[in-house]
């Protein structure tokens, strides 16, 4: 386990839960994220990517480590309608990468 989530875990006081537990393989790497990313970055970034979550954002594993990946429904039921991530990802995401992929790298390197 990598030192910035083995301090972000020392306060189990203040343990973010998974917004989106339904959607499984992936809770617990939510739950490590979203506490480093309130933790180092603060509440704004955490509440950015709490809400992505909500939407339906997943952690998926790629050859070069952990990526964002949203859940797609037609309906817009249990994640994202087809056209609609790619706007918010754009508008939102896209100025806060070097955090994720800093964040996501941590995840990787605690064995998540």
Known sequence: MS????????????????PRADL????????????????????EFYYLMHGFRCC????RTSE????????????GRIGFYPDEYEGMRDKYLLKQVDKIKYLLSVLRAGGN
């Open 64 to 75: 070069k480590g952990y990526i964002l990946r949203p859940e797609v429904d037609p309906e």
């Open 3 to 18: 030192l910035s989530l083995q301090i972000a875990k020392q306060d189990f006081a203040s343990k973010i839960n998974d």
């Open 56 to 59: 339906g954002l997943r952690i």
């Open 24 to 43: 499984a393989g992936d809770s617990n790497q939510w739950i490590d994220f979203l506490t480093l990313a309130r933790k180092i970055y603060g509440d």
